[in-house]
């Protein structure tokens, strides 16, 4: 109990400090229905004019959404773990992986189960409408277009483009196996995530979300510091985020990875978890 007073009294002896927010959106700021509570939206509007970014391995138009309803629109996004960063729909970094890569993923899963989602900016192709893409669809309100995995890549290629992100799904065996051929094969050239025993999300290995706010800072925010910073997440592609940043915030149900190096444990995202800590704070 004393500790926790301790913390706290910190905390609002500094929250004058903290001049913008970063939150990761599955997991963390939305509820056990994936949707904004009526709090966290209260909240959010209620901060403004602090600066509330979205930062995720969403697609960015599974993002706009959210950003409607918190009426924040004009906020910078975050999307792809760090893989694109934008402002008012401009570009001010992208990192995609490299179509040599992907054309290897693509004939690594030929005679598996193992379903392809690729992503480049507000493109999603997915080869069918299975189980993986209607559960993907109805969690983040995006509909795909259905193209095969080597249209894409010849589509890509004329055009110049990569992927921002690679999701694998499947089986957990033999997405084990993939992982494994994949972290052995490529792993100079690519940065694999296990956000669930069934995915594998795969982006361009200098890509983070730590990096992602660095260049938000440069571009959008040059008279704040990475310490100016509150950030929540609750999975391990949040932890380099939440120990770069001025207070680190895990939501209770956070993998416990995330638990021991966060700053603050918040409550859970299924209690309002990211609301009470900006009560707190602000």
Known sequence: MGLNCLLLCGFNNRNMDYKLICSDIDGTLLDKNRELSEMT????????????????????????????QLGNTTAPLIAYNGGLVLQNNQVLHTAFID???????????VK??????????????????????????????????VKSSKSVLSQWKNEGKGAHKIMCMGPETEIDILYKVLEKSFS??????????????????????????????KE?????????IVAFGDNYNDIE???????????ANAKDEV?????????????DGVAKTMQELF
């Open 41 to 68: 939206i209260l909240e959010i509007k209620r901060i403004s004019p602090i600066p509330f970014v979205l930062i995720s391995s969403r697609m960015p138009k599974a993002m706009r959404h959210l950003q409607n």
């Open 99 to 109: 179509n040599s890569v992907l054309e290897a993923i693509i004939n690594l899963c």
């Open 112 to 145: 598996t189960t193992i379903h392809l989602s690729l992503y480049h900016q507000d493109e999603w192709y997915v080869p069918v409408m299975d189980y993986w893409a209607r559960r993907e669809s109805n969690n983040t309100k995006v509909l795909p277009a």
């Open 188 to 217: 100079n050239e690519i940065m694999l995530y296990r956000s669930k025993p069934t995915y594998i999300e795969i982006s361009h290995r200098s890509v983070s979300k730590k990096t992602a706010i660095e260049v938000l800072l």
């Open 220 to 228: 959008c925010y040059p008279d704040l510091s990475i310490k100016n």
């Open 241 to 251: 985020m939440l120990k770069a940043v001025g207070l680190g915030v895990a939501v």
């Open 259 to 271: 638990l021991k190096i966060a700053n603050k444990i918040t409550d859970t995202n299924k209690n």
